[in-house]
């Protein structure tokens, strides 16, 4: 009996004392460090490892912190590139409706008052683009003029339906999602830094990016015909890809 209590107790304290350890990763370095040891422990203790990546992946969301990208090839890392992609697009989804709510409750006011000119341009191109406003926020999914941390939070401002809202994030996300994820997981199979640069790495990179530019492409076509989109590529909010 006590060497049962002894090895139950092993057993739960241990994920603990791993998970203690962990950061969030900001390098590639890191980033590798981290997804080697979450993909040694995964074999054994595939529940924990899929909350802590689900629980930190809403952190950052619903709170508005940037830095998605590398949860997202953290997540095509140690999952694969597709559940990974599933995993990272709802996860991205449900953080962001969560922001919204917690926008909408506590933070329209300080929304206002830390950002009053960007959130009056948005307001007047969502005014703009009322009768194709789902296609709009699409639009700003898929490229990075504004962040995507931000929108998040001045949805509520711009009474943004939450439905649309929603559908627009979990399909706006793909393209990007898809890049990090996709990345994420070849970059877990290289032995060094030098592999980066091998005709095959730079094959599957180069063939992640075409796909992904394509959505943005037609949403860009139609966007250039039925789009009001003067002003907003300037507001100076979307000039690094990682504060997404």
Request: proline share 5%.
């Amino acid at each position: 009996m006590p060497g049962f209590i002894g090895l139950t107790l092993v057993q739960t304290l241990t994920p603990l004392r791993i998970f203690g350890m962990l950061t969030f990763p900001s390098d590639l370095e890191s980033l590798q460090e981290l997804a080697n040891t979450l993909k040694f422990y995964k074999t054994e203790n595939y529940s924990y490892v899929l909350l802590l990546f689900c629980s930190a992946y809403l952190y950052k969301q619903s709170f508005a912190i940037p830095g998605s990208s590398f949860l997202n090839m953290l997540g095509g890392a140690i999952f694969g590139p597709w559940v990974g992609l599933m995993l990272t697009c709802l996860l991205a989804t449900f953080g962001s409706t969560f922001c919204f709510l917690l926008s909408s409750a506590f933070g329209k006011q300080y929304v206002v008052h830390f950002f009053p000119e960007k959130v009056a341009l948005l307001q007047m191109k969502v005014e703009e683009n009322r009768s194709s406003l789902f296609f709009f926020l699409l639009f700003l999914r898929f490229f990075p003029m504004t962040p995507n941390w931000f929108l998040n939070i001045t949805c509520p401002v711009l009474n943004i339906p939450l439905s649309i809202f929603f559908f627009s994030v979990l399909i706006g996300l793909i393209p990007y999602n898809f890049i990090c994820v996709r990345t994420g997981s070849v970059l877990s199979q290289l032995s060094s830094l030098d592999d980066i640069f091998s005709w095959g790495t730079l094959t599957q990179l180069l063939a992640i990016a075409l796909m992904a530019l394509l959505p943005g492409a037609l949403i860009k076509r139609f966007g250039t015909a039925h789009l009001k989109l003067d002003g907003v590529t300037s507001n100076g909010t979307g000039r690094d890809r990682k504060s997404r």
